[in-house]
């Protein structure tokens, strides 16, 4: 780990699902205590600032009474929330909440009637989320432990099901839309922020653990991502392109030892070849569970 910022940037072997869970785990524990210290932390491998995809998703209004540490912890590729249209009284499952932003926002669109829960395996992000939660004074609210790929909720419990930048992380993608799928009730919302692709990515990239922690290696194509929602029974999946990359955003994004294997034309074409975009699904009314 490097000592700017924890992520390390090492390393283009064949990678396993153990590697990717432990190193997702490193990685975004040091941004959970990089920011309770004040500090900033990129997704990308330079690991010492908001990176492109990270910075500048919400509005000045939004994080009004919001803590500074909230704020400093997300990692998101873009705002889950204006894209849910949460209303007063529902419930709410944030997929790898972090430091809770995406959570304490929608805790206030939901209101005292409804609840809003976030979910995370890493102790650190949690007990940051909890600080945030009690710096906020916010109390329908309540951060959970465990993974996206089994979430400790019953069925058809929440009524909506957000997520910023994390579905891309999992190894098993399929288990996660699934558990969503399992969780939501009929009539149920899926409305995520993900990175997804545009087309296939080079194998270098697919297997550097730096890239899998910056949100690129693990993300799914697009088409493929709503043939999996449409598998795992929800209808009516859709994909928003909200932000495109260039060159000039691959210094943030990409390992030096990634952009000197792939050369220039290669890094233009990577860099063209990821988005961030919304995900959007319904569970139908009347359906059975697929989990």
Not at 1 to 26: H, L, P, Q, R, Y
Not at 52 to 67: F, M, N
Not at 157 to 182: M, Y
Not at 191 to 205: H, M, Y
Request: charged share 25%; hydrophobic share 40%; proline share 3%.
């Amino acid at each position: 780990m490097n000592e700017t910022g924890g992520c390390c940037c090492g390393g283009s072997g064949t990678t396993s699902e153990k590697d990717i869970k432990a190193f997702v785990k490193e990685k975004y524990g040091q941004v959970a205590e990089n920011a309770a210290s004040g500090k900033q932390t990129s997704c990308g491998c330079s690991c010492t600032s908001k990176d492109a995809i990270t910075r500048d998703l919400y509005t000045e209004a939004e994080t009004k009474g919001i803590p500074v540490a909230a704020l400093l912890a997300s990692m998101g590729c873009a705002n889950p929330i204006a894209l849910a249209d949460l209303n007063p009284g529902e419930v709410v499952l944030d997929l790898g909440s972090g430091g809770g932003i995406d959570v304490l926002l929608s805790a206030k669109r939901v209101g005292p009637t409804g609840k809003a829960y976030g979910l995370d395996m890493t102790d650190e992000m949690l007990e940051l989320a909890r600080r945030n939660q009690a710096e906020a004074g916010i109390e329908n609210v309540e951060f959970l432990k465990g993974e996206i790929e089994n979430v400790p909720l019953p069925d058809a419990s929440v009524d909506v099901i957000i997520s910023n930048c994390v579905i891309n992380l999992s190894t098993d993608k399929d288990k996660v839309l699934r558990e969503a799928f399992r969780v939501l009730k009929p009539g149920g919302r899926f409305a995520v922020a993900d990175i997804v692709l545009t087309r296939n990515i080079p194998e270098v990239v697919q297997n550097h653990l730096a890239m899998w922690v910056g949100c690129v290696s693990g993300a799914l194509e697009i088409n493929d991502y709503k043939s999996r929602l449409l598998a795992a029974g929800f209808a009516d999946a859709e994909v928003e392109i909200v932000k495109t990359y260039s060159e000039d955003d691959a210094a943030d994004l990409i390992p030096n030892e990634v952009a000197q294997q792939l050369g220039k034309e290669g890094l233009a074409e990577l860099m063209s070849s990821f988005v961030s975009a919304f995900i959007r699904a319904t569970k139908p009314k009347q359906s059975c569970c697929c989990g």
